[in-house]
């Protein structure tokens, strides 16, 4: 097991930087895991980051440094010079981490660092990461990989795998290719070591030829994380359109997609700007956070122009159920909205077509909303509001929750049809909007029925 | 590849079922991923289900059982005898995966089940799997692992490991244990691969024997998919309190945890039930959703209430900013709930305390509250409102974004002491609570201020 980081670990660490005592310090974060150490880093001030990172083993400092948080990453990166990125960091991470890394650096030190990579396969290789556009599966996968001709024996084979495993981690899957490089099948470790008696059979015999699930280098990302989970995959090889094998994908990776789109759909919701944690500094949580508050104030006000122009003065009582119809038509909204997120997160051919799920949609909120009107029409009687008024509002109430409901399925699907985040839809944007035609609705029957129901008894109960 | 589903396939296969056509129906789903296959069954009526299952070969049909939809796989295993359910589904599919299976039987028929299965150690590995607490590492973990024990030569852990590997798909990790099954160091697919040109060698030379993370069987699920994603960890062990190893748990399953995580948190934000999919039947998903509209609607009341006692109709006025006020308080308590969620989902030792956590949301909360304060203040005095209506909003503005900042942050931080999930303070109760305690605050500064404005100028610019 490793140490477990403690306030009063970091609080030791901070001293020994401070008296410069290195043995201290090197025996204090020795039995630290990279992703810990990066814990500690993320709260020290930069020159102690520096200090500390430069403490470390190579293999363990560039762990460290891609488990950092990107702003304190940039920081520390800014401080080294390139010949220390180059040999120390960049040779030893993955080709796709260091495609990463080289992409945060500023322009002219991206082409120091790679000109000063001393080997000329992995220049490339990171040079040809950094050429796909960022959120497709070339951008993600990783090079190293562990691939075997179908003409080799299994002798020639390990033999070869053993060059290629020296920078991976884990293995997972052999991939068989044939001597232009297109995937032919793949070949589990398993499979091999229990072959290893007959050395001299050849590949070919012993790989699975068919049904391997690759992608393309231009798959979209969430695409390639929704067919990994669906069919629980370890690993997926990404192909060129030829076929090629150009490199692989690994479940970390795509559990940090998986993470990420959660974290996103999450933040839309609730109103924060994604990126934002509740550790990050007081200013950067309130530029985070204020512009969606002041798009909701920007509703606010229309509320306050709709509620003037029907004249609130003339029937006040119609300011008791305003909150009511809002919150109502907004939850309804929210509600409509992230159930359509989460279908088209999961989008499958098998799928209602956009027409089935409004009327499905339809159905639900009218119903939702015949319960809901009908709620609010007995209890309000029973406290002893007027009629006209419960009449009102369980009216208005109805054609809210129906409103709310359509356009809370609608909404979504047309974002994600023009290429918009359809999570955009759920939190304050919809709420806001659901809160103006809300009262707009509310204030519209108001006003057809006030009238016309001023012969009706004042109340059912008394 | 495997054949993409589509609807065309679909309606071919319900024809074949129609039809009795089997060597049909067999060319059809012959090629179909186990995943695939399951999103078809899903779709089907529960005897062509039943009848499309039954088409199926042994292995293929205990991978598609595991992928249905939870709802659809009980009513199949309802159709189901027990002798099928032992013999051909259980004996073909993960320890983990048949205790799940097991426990969603009825009790009568799980006893026959586990009766009927044919291996003693099986049968026992599924009671054991079946006694952990749901939601803790041993009731995720399986069963079946390769270990090695650390006196073994390289030649007999090979024998050994062909025998345990014969149940399992993805052998990622081997465990070193010793004569007491205590978990002693792990040793890759890959070393032993290199190292079996030297068969004699033992076990002992070429393990690694420190930091292997491994969690308790008692470990909460959620802990668990932390630390995997933390430590990019592909498996992990499991151990008892003795150190002992009882399983092990894959990503895949850890995938599951995560995703369902996300799932849960952004329904109960988005005021859903979890388990509800946009697919589900117009009465599942209006039992999902009334009950969090009612909650909604029991606020509206409230605020009808409030309302009421400050008696509306003295100051109709007041009624303009009333969705201002409301809408405000509740994006506020929805992003500082949210914050806290996310923040307690990630927790580290290195956190700032509760106390510095209030301290700190105080101060965005008020530096918020000054800047959409001050932006009312000005825009409603431009659009002609009296200047006691302008001070009265602003100031209520202020007190309520201030208010519900602390309670977007209190409330989540005390559901999770009392281990109450945090996550339901956002959404739906939050933005009910913070629209009440608006109000009540907006009335209250407007009671306390509308009388002593009346001397102020009508309107600061006319």
């Keep these: 097991m490793y140490i477990k980081i403690t306030k009063e670990l970091l609080a030791e660490i901070r001293r020994s930087i401070a008296d410069g005592k290195d043995t201290a310090l090197l025996q204090l974060t020795n039995d630290l895991h990279p992703a810990d150490l990066a814990e500690i880093i993320n709260e020290l001030r930069p020159e102690e980051a520096v200090y500390l990172y430069r403490t470390l083993n190579e293999e ?121 490089d297109v995937l032919l099948g793949t070949l589990s470790m398993k499979t091999l070591i229990f072959a290893s008696s007959s050395l001299r059979s050849s590949i070919a015999e012993l790989y699975r030829s068919k049904q391997v699930q690759t992608v393309l280098t231009s798959t979209p990302v969430e695409e390639v994380a929704n067919l990994m989970k669906k069919y629980d995959l370890v690993v997926i090889p990404v192909v060129n359109e030829n ?57 606010g006000l229309s509320s306050a122009y709709v509620i003037g122009v029907y004249d609130i003065t003339e029937n006040p009582q119609m300011a008791i159920f305003m909150p009511l119809i809002a919150a109502t038509g907004g939850n309804v909204g929210v509600q409509s909205a992230a159930l359509v997120v989460k279908a088209l997160a999961n989008q499958s ?33 029973l406290f002893n509001f007027d009629l006209s008024l419960s009449i009102t509002a369980s009216l208005a109430l109805f054609s809210v929750i129906v409103f709310a409901s359509i356009s809370g399925t609608y ?22 909007t659901n809160d103006i035609v809300g009262l707009i609705i509310y204030f519209g029957v108001g006003h057809l029925l006030l009238h016309w129901l001023q012969g009706l008894p004042i109340n059912l109960f008394h």
Tied chains: 1, 2.
């Design 349 to 381: 051919e098998l799928d209602e077509t956009v027409w089935r799920k409004l009327v499905k949609e339809l159905a639900v909120g009218s119903f939702n909303a015949l319960v809901c009107s009908i709620i609010i029409f007995f209890t309000t009687q």
């Design 60 to 180: 363990n400092a560039a762990d460290v440094m891609l488990e950092l948080d990107e702003d304190v990453r940039n920081q520390l990166l800014s401080q080294l010079t390139s010949r220390e990125i180059a040999e120390d960091l960049i040779e030893n991470i993955d080709s796709d981490d260091a495609a990463d890394v080289i992409s945060e650096l500023p322009e002219e030190k991206q082409e120091e660092v790679i000109a000063l990579l001393e080997d000329i396969h992995t220049a490339s290789d990171i040079i040809d990461l950094m050429n796909y556009e960022e959120g497709t599966a070339g951008a993600l996968m990783a090079k190293e990989l562990i691939y075997v001709n179908i003409h080799w024996t299994v002798v020639h084979a390990i033999k070869e795998m053993r060059k290629q495993s020296e920078d991976i981690d884990n293995v997972y899957t052999i991939y068989v290719v044939d001597d232009d």
């Design 411 to 432: 909404i979504p699907l047309t974002l994600n049809r023009f290429g918009i985040d359809p999570a955009l839809a759920t939190g304050p944007f919809i709420t806001t």
């Design 243 to 299: 076929n090629q094998l150009m490199g692989r994908i690994t479940i970390d990776d795509v559990v940090d997609v998986i993470q990420e789109e959660a974290d996103k759909d999450y933040a839309l919701a609730s109103g924060i700007s994604e990126d934002v944690e509740s550790g990050d500094s007081i200013w950067t949580l309130t530029r985070a956070r204020l512009p969606w508050l002041l798009i909701g104030m920007g509703g």
